[in-house]
């Protein structure tokens, strides 16, 4: 089955601890793109990327980094300088870059701080 | 900047009637807007995309207009059943590289 996969579902984190949350799509899809989603706002923007080694940031990416090495993989490090990471994270994908077309998201990972 | 509103933020229906959910946005230079359904802790599925050249689309019981002059989306979901109760979400995207800008979504529930 084609789709995007992320993984772990539930991560906890310690105080000073860096994270890395995975995404994996099988769509062949260029672009891929995280979000973070917090009780009662909508979806906000944390980096995206359009094609394999090339990434830009969205509206939140500070304590935030990512990686591009293959076009099916787009994981994401929570590091120690991100303030309040407790949150829902959602990974997507689109199949180009043309602004145009529909855009999909995986089961999401929900990471809390202890 | 692009803000996308959506009201109301909760929603009670008897199951069979017609759902009607609004999503305004203020810049009307969209590439088209999505609406998405999503189940509690779940991620978000896609429901239907509207291109900005479109005035609507259809899928099964789902119908989505667009009034990009006035700024506003709507869904319509006819003869409703309990299954339908999730959070709808609308997007908007204005940006040639793919940004959604989200509203904060419906939260719906149908009651048998």
């Known amino acids: 089955d084609g789709g995007i996969t992320q993984s772990p579902k539930y991560l906890f984190r310690k105080e000073g601890q860096n994270v890395t949350l995975s995404c994996e799509q099988n769509?062949?899809?260029?672009?891929m793109y995280w979000y973070r989603q917090d009780p009662g706002q909508g979806l906000r923007l944390i980096y995206y990327?359009?094609?394999?080694?090339?990434?830009q940031k969205g509206d939140i990416a500070e304590g935030y980094s990512v990686s591009r090495e293959k076009k099916e993989s787009f994981p994401l490090t929570v590091t120690s300088a991100q303030k309040n990471p407790t949150a829902f994270y959602l990974c997507?994908?689109?199949?180009?870059?043309?602004?145009?077309?529909?855009?999909?998201f995986g089961p999401g990972t929900r990471l809390t701080v202890l | 900047k692009q803000e996308v509103t959506q009201i109301p933020a909760a929603l009670s229906v008897p199951e069979g009637e017609n759902l009607v959910l609004n999503c305004s946005f203020t810049d009307s230079a969209i590439y088209n807007l999505q609406w998405f359904r999503q189940d509690p802790g779940k991620g978000l599925t896609s429901l239907l995309l509207i291109q900005s050249s479109q005035r609507e689309q259809t899928s099964g019981r789902l119908n989505a207009s667009l009034d990009k002059s006035s700024g506003r989306s709507t869904l319509y979901i006819a003869a409703s059943q309990p299954g339908d109760s999730a959070t709808y979400l609308c997007a908007a995207r204005t940006d040639s590289w793919g940004k959604l800008q989200f509203g904060a979504g419906t939260q719906v529930v149908v009651t048998p």
């Open positions: 990327s359009q094609i394999v080694n090339d990434f």
């Open positions: 997507a994908s689109s199949i180009d870059r043309t602004g145009r077309s529909e855009q999909f």
């Open positions: 769509l062949n899809h260029d672009a």
